[in-house]
């Protein structure tokens, strides 16, 4: 294979689904004509961060349910150590929650396992050239569901705290933030989610798959 101009990073937990990703990619005339180089493959959420801020890649593909360190939060990262990275996902999750976050949070591409990979490797070309791309049945559940609210990093790490029973000081600590910042991302919560106690609080965000799947409950 001739030297690629396109670098990627493949993070996901299961061996079988990065080495088929790493063949497609790198195989020529697949998704490009030169193919396109695979420089780490990551099997939880600190190795693709790692990974990110070693190569600086130009594709990462990320799956959102990782140990150690969930896909929400590699994003984050992604966009702060390698913002150039255009961010794919291809995700299991199927709760409008989790769906909405993603969306919300800026990612280049947003594809099911659960679908063939055939539009995934057809729409990577024009993802690497600056265009976004969310799967139908994604944008059908969102257009379905339009109500549904969208939190920010912020709540979204204070709801996952919460629903590991740490309390507010102890998440104030783990975030750098006051006990009296946690308290009103805890009422915004409550409010957005249309919730009137920590057991329902807790309740929404298991149904709706917002919890990440590196916390320990």
Request: glycine residues 6%; proline residues 4%.
């Amino acid at each position: 294979m001739s030297q690629s101009r396109f670098h990627a990073v493949i993070a996901d937990d299961h061996a079988i689904v990065r080495a088929g990703l790493r063949s497609a990619l790198e195989t020529p005339g697949t998704v490009e004509p030169d193919g396109i180089e695979v420089v780490a493959e990551a099997s939880d959420g600190l190795q693709a961060i790692a990974a990110l801020r070693q190569h600086r890649p130009t594709l990462l593909i990320l799956d959102v349910q990782m140990p150690h360190a969930g896909g929400l939060e590699v994003l984050v990262e992604a966009r702060r150590w390698s913002p150039e990275t255009k961010v794919v996902v291809l995700t299991g999750v199927s709760s409008i929650g989790k769906i909405g976050e993603l969306v919300a949070s800026g990612v280049d591409g947003l594809f099911s396992k659960s679908e063939d990979h055939d539009e995934l490797i057809r729409r990577l070309p024009n993802i690497l050239r600056g265009h976004r791309h969310i799967a139908a049945r994604f944008e059908t559940m969102l257009e379905d569901a339009s109500d549904v609210p969208i939190l920010s990093d912020r709540e979204r790490q204070t709801l996952n705290l919460i629903v590991s029973g740490r309390s507010n000081k102890e998440i104030a600590e783990t975030l750098g933030i006051s006990a009296k910042t946690v308290d009103r991302h805890r009422t915004n919560l409550m409010k957005k989610l249309d919730v009137h106690s920590v057991a329902q609080l807790i309740a929404y965000a298991l149904r709706e798959g917002l919890i990440d799947p590196s916390v320990e409950l």
